[in-house]
């Protein structure tokens, strides 16, 4: 496992030494093309210019401006129309053909009419209309040409004639015509040829890599654009889920929550009304209870009032129960702490209000802790002097 990245990061620099190798070959072609293109350029020039040189000193050997003019002029003509023709039966002869796969896909020629990445393919058939076309012209026109290999030879002179009937009356018009339209219609069909294959190929081929390109990029897009969406259309199923889940849980705990102060309410209820049974009842008793059994099932409630009505059973205990005073007020005087520990201010009042028996807001019968009046743990948590709180 631990090998993997170094292969991983080998392969990278392979790789990236052969782009730079391909980069650098296709730069090297490019100078050498270029090169090309302007030594084809040259001939051309070279060539034009030979035969617009053959065409003046034709015309020029007629003596008068006149005839000059009007022989140099259906020259030109005819052998542009020649070149013309040479130059689109090159074109037609020149065109790139487009590969057929054994699937019967067309491709291009350099498989770029394709790209796969990470399993989404972009696909481009380019459009071979212009190359069923110059097929079959190239077959129909050596086809013909095979089949009146015969007649060619009277057709060129029969058509010499006609072409020399337009020029000036001299006995080699027809002769000249015929030559000047053999020079022109050869050179430029190879130009044309030349030209299509050298200059339109390349052209053709950079399209289709261009396209193939945007193809590719196209389809990485649309596949981040879906992983995207899909990314997003999960987050948000998450997070709803997520947020069902921590509103059920906040509605359990609420729920829980409701039920437990209800029971710590209604056990603090039971222990008041225990508190206030005849002594001969033994309330405190029951409240006690109530209670404890309370703290086994819910645990300690953070509420003063709890405690405090615990300590005053703990205190009637001991007043009723003198075997078990120590207990009682160890259990009384805890509970009192746990009083103060809630409630400092309301806490110490209603533990003055039922220890200290001088407390001037006292109403018969709240004496609960007044038999752990001269207990010096009490004084020393409650103080010597009544607590009334400060408004």
């Known amino acids: ?38 030594g084809l350029r040259t001939k051309v020039r ?34 542009g129309a020649a070149a013309l023709v040479g130059i689109l039966l090159g074109f037609l002869f020149g065109i790139p053909r487009t590969v057929v796969d054994e699937g019967g896909a067309p491709q291009a020629r350099t498989a770029a009419a394709a790209g796969r990445v990470d399993g989404v393919v972009a696909v481009y058939s380019p459009n071979t209309n212009l190359e069923q076309i110059s097929d079959w012209l190239s077959k ?82 649309e596949r981040s ?38 029971r710590l309410e209604d056990a603090m209820k039971r222990m008041l009304d225990r508190l206030y049974d005849p002594p001969e009842r033994m309330g405190y008793a029951d409240a006690i209870r109530i209670a404890e059994e309370y703290i086994a099932r819910e645990g300690e409630p953070d509420n003063f009032l709890f405690w405090l009505r615990y300590a005053a059973a703990q205190g009637q205990r001991a007043a009723r129960e003198p075997r078990v005073y120590e207990e009682a ?3 009384a005087l805890e509970a009192a702490r746990k009083v103060l520990s809630q409630s400092q201010e309301m806490g110490r009042y209603w533990l003055s209000l039922l220890w200290h028996p001088e407390h001037p807001q006292r109403t018969p019968g709240e004496d609960d802790l007044e038999v752990f009046f001269d207990e010096p743990e009490f004084k020393a948590l409650i103080g010597d002097e009544p607590y009334i709180p400060v408004k």
């Open 329 to 331: 007020k160890r259990c």
């Open 1 to 38: 496992m631990a090998s993997e990245p170094d292969e991983n990061q080998s392969a990278d620099q392979e790789l990236n030494a052969l782009r730079e190798t391909l980069a650098a070959r296709e730069r090297e072609l490019a100078v050498k093309d270029g090169g090309d293109i302007q």
């Open 225 to 262: 654009a879906s992983k995207a969406i899909a990314d997003a259309a999960v987050a948000e199923r998450s997070a709803t889920e997520t947020f069902e889940r921590a509103q059920a849980k906040a509605e359990q705990v609420l729920l829980q929550a409701k039920q437990r102060a209800e």
């Open 140 to 221: 129909i026109l050596v086809g013909v040409g095979l089949t009146q290999l015969n007649d060619i030879p009277s057709a060129l002179v029969r058509f010499s004639v006609w072409l020399g009937s337009g020029m000036p009356q001299h006995p080699e018009a027809g002769k000249f015509a015929l030559g000047a339209i053999a020079y022109a219609s050869v050179f430029g069909f190879l130009y044309g040829y030349i030209w299509t294959r050298v200059v339109l190929s390349p052209m053709f081929r950079r399209a289709d890599e261009h396209l193939r390109k945007a193809m590719v990029r196209l389809a990485i897009a």
């Open 46 to 79: 070279a060539s034009v210019a030979l035969g617009i040189l053959g065409l003046a000193l034709y015309a020029a050997h007629f003596g008068s401006w006149q005839t000059f003019a009007e022989a140099f002029a259906a020259g030109i003509l005819v052998t």
